[in-house]
């Protein structure tokens, strides 16, 4: 997988991507280093905290249609040892404090499991 295609999306990152990503990057959140639209091959994902097995994708209304290929993806990244946070665009955009709060609280849990 080159690296033109992950900085592509970064490059062409929605208004939610964009909002989410103002509020984790910079270790701004509990002082945790997350990536953006980084690969685990063969996917890449739109944030994950490396030290801490979190991935969180950004979900808007094509998700609905591609559930199969979702659940598909989810089993192979989970088999890998990471747990993925599900969160709507909209929710991102509306409530970006209440959605950092499920964040953190995913992050708190995956690490205690670890």
């Known amino acids: 997988m080159?690296?033109?295609f992950p900085r592509?999306?970064?490059t062409n990152s929605t208004e939610a991507e964009q909002r989410?990503?103002?509020a984790l990057r910079n270790r701004q959140?509990?002082?945790q280093k997350f990536r953006r639209q980084h690969p685990i091959p063969p996917y890449i994902v739109d944030f994950v905290c490396l030290?801490?097995?979190l991935i969180i994708e950004l979900d808007g209304g094509q998700?609905?249609?591609a559930v199969v290929r979702d659940e598909a993806?989810?089993?192979y990244l989970e088999s890998l040892g990471y747990k993925i946070l599900r969160v709507w665009n909209h929710e991102a955009l509306s409530n970006t404090d209440?959605?950092?709060a499920v964040i953190l609280e995913s992050m708190n849990t995956q690490e205690a499991q670890a």
Do not use: Q
Request: charged share 25%; proline share 0%; glycine share 8%.
């Open 29 to 31: 959140l509990a002082g």
């Open 8 to 10: 592509h999306l970064r």
């Open 63 to 65: 998700h609905a249609e």
């Open 98 to 100: 209440g959605m950092l």
């Open 2 to 4: 080159s690296n033109t």
């Open 51 to 53: 030290e801490c097995r």
């Open 73 to 75: 993806r989810a089993a």
């Open 20 to 22: 989410l990503w103002r």
